[in-house]
């Protein structure tokens, strides 16, 4: 079974909008750890914002929140005022405290800001 | 400085030679990781190095080998690849690893792409 799932292969926005980008997990463990990367057609993983499983607050950076959820185990990404550099893979992933070392990646959303 | 460089950029290859790719960061982080890429897919975990020792290797065929010469440096050296071998190779350095912390980001470099011909 997927640990990280990202429903929307794909995305059209019109520039200056609000994007959601949806992420679901599944976790027994109670510590773990979310993050999202953009990957930009360069190819390089910019990392963006983490939240943490015991965090009360949503995380924010600047134009990135996360909406999370923990009862539904969704993580979704919010973008305020998309921007044509926003185009870009956007990957969810997921570190479990007693998982090692290893980040999970979703499968990603391929992101499309429209002028 | 959030930065990891990696070279070459690009790389082209025959199966028989035998290339190395480089990656360095500079931020004092203790864990180091190479990830392999192929189009349109999530970044699949190769290596790992915790304080220049090789803490976990994926299962990876033995024609990929990592080396750690120093805490700053990630070499991964390639020898007999094969054009399945052709994608991103990603490195990314983190502050450490630890099994009781889970807020540990992950630095990429912009990776090297290699084909294998």
């Known amino acids: 079974a997927q640990k990280i799932t990202q429903t929307q292969p794909g995305m059209f926005v019109q520039e200056k909008e609000a994007v959601t980008l949806d992420c679901t997990y599944d976790t027994s463990d109670p510590s773990y750890g979310l993050f999202w990367y953009k990957q930009p057609s360069s190819g390089e993983m910019i990392f963006l914002i983490y939240?943490?499983?015991?965090?009360?607050q949503n995380a924010t950076e600047g134009r990135y929140s996360l909406n999370f959820q923990k009862a539904r185990k969704s993580a979704n990404l919010v973008i305020s005022a998309s921007q044509l550099g926003d185009s870009a893979m956007y990957f969810c992933a997921m570190r479990e405290v007693n998982r090692d070392d290893k980040i999970i990646f979703g499968k990603g959303t391929r992101l499309h800001i429209l002028p | 400085d959030t930065e990891v460089t990696q070279t070459p950029k690009h790389l082209v290859m025959g199966m028989t030679n035998k290339k190395s790719l480089k990656c360095e960061q500079h931020?004092?982080?203790?864990?180091m990781y190479w990830y392999k890429q192929k189009a349109k897919k999530p970044p699949e975990l190769m290596f790992v190095y915790s304080y220049e020792k090789l803490s976990i290797n994926e299962s990876v065929p033995s024609r990929f080998s990592p080396e750690c010469p120093n805490s700053s440096l990630l070499n991964l050296h390639l020898h007999a690849l094969q054009p399945e071998d052709s994608a991103l190779y990603l490195c990314?350095?983190?502050?450490?690893?630890?099994?009781?912390?889970?807020?540990?980001?992950?630095?990429f470099g912009p990776g090297t792409r290699l084909t294998v011909t």
């Open positions: 931020m004092g982080h203790r864990a």
């Open positions: 990314a350095s983190s502050q450490e690893t630890s099994g009781s912390s889970v807020r540990i980001e992950q630095y």
């Open positions: 939240q943490g499983s015991y965090d009360q």
